[in-house]
Every structure is written in C-alpha cells, then in structure tokens.
C-alpha cells in the first residue's frame, strides 16, 4: 500500500477478488478446475541457461515437496528428454499435468509454411504419444504468440501474421478433433 500513497487508485485494486455466487449448476469439468492446486515445472526449461537435470531421483525430491505444499497440479512443457520421467513420476504421486507446447513467436506464419506444418505434425505427434496418459489433464500452448509477434514483425504484417496465426491455430485445433 506504501507505493500507491501519492498517487490515487481505484478502491478495487487493494480489494480481494469478489466470490462469484454459484447461481448456476456448473458443469462437472468446471467444479474439477477449482480443486486445482498447480504450479509451472520451470527446471530444465532452457538447457543453455539451466543446468537441472529431470532425473528421476531430482523428480521424487520434488514431486515430494509439491505434495507436501498440496500441489496436484502441474503445467510442465513438453520436452522429449524428459517427458517420459516427468509423467510417470507425477502419476506415482497422484500430480496431475497441463501439458504445454511452446510456439516460437518469431515464425513467419504467412510465408514459412514448411516450419508451420512441421511445427504442427509435431504437436498432433506428442499429443498422439501421450493421449492415453491418464495424468495429462489438458493440452495447452506455454507462451502468448499473438502478443509477441510485435517484436519480430511491424504493421501492417504484424496484422496478416497475427491473421496468419490464427487460421493455423484454427486449423491445428480441427485436425486434433478429428
């Protein structure tokens, strides 16, 4: 509160969030998101700056600590090193896992349609690979393309990558339905 002192705020910055009133009968999907206790897996995120290595005795260490915090859940990016670790292990200790993929902002949607179809056939794949896992909770995408397209690209191509993005993103999601 000390850092808002001369300067005027609106009152519901400082206030906690309001309960929502459960007027409506929820689907069941929705009640399982608030017994959700998660947290991002960050080691061995970046190999060049982060010497952790996901070996199974460093991930019952810390699997251990996340149960005694309460975590049960996860959101861990995918990475073919240690996926297999990662799964198996958080399955032993009941953790379940949003699985995430990284989409590199700097791909040129409009013109690079190689790298965006084999950027594709790879998520289609892991998710393949790994649907049948019991723990993985649900699929996601780790970073905010759309936002960081601005640094690699100015108006008005930044308008048709952005335009770009979401016609791939579109159809990535249609042939993961089918």
């Known amino acids: 509160k000390s850092s808002f002192k001369e300067k005027e705020i609106p009152e519901y910055v400082l206030n906690p969030f309001p309960e929502l009133k459960n007027d409506v009968t929820l689907p069941h999907e929705i009640n399982k998101l608030k017994k959700i206790k998660g947290v991002n897996l960050k080691k061995a995120h970046d190999w060049r700056k982060d010497y952790h290595v996901l070996s199974r005795k460093n991930l019952l260490i810390d699997f251990k ?5 309460g975590i049960n859940t996860i959101k861990y990016e995918g990475n073919s090193i240690y996926d297999q670790n990662v799964l198996t292990i958080a399955k032993e200790f009941d953790i379940t896992i949003s699985y995430s993929f990284w989409i590199p902002s700097d791909i040129d949607f409009v013109k690079d349609t190689l790298k965006t179809i084999e950027l594709k056939k ?3 794949d892991q998710i393949d690979k790994w649907k049948l896992q019991s723990n993985i909770s649900s699929w996601s995408i780790q970073n905010d393309v ?3 397209q601005q640094d690699f690209h100015h108006k008005p191509d930044l308008l048709f990558q952005k335009r770009a993005y979401i016609v791939w993103l579109k159809n990535l999601v249609k042939e993961l339905k089918e």
């Open 122 to 124: 790879s998520i289609i």
């Open 146 to 148: 759309q936002y960081n």
């Open 65 to 69: 600590r996340l149960k005694r915090l």
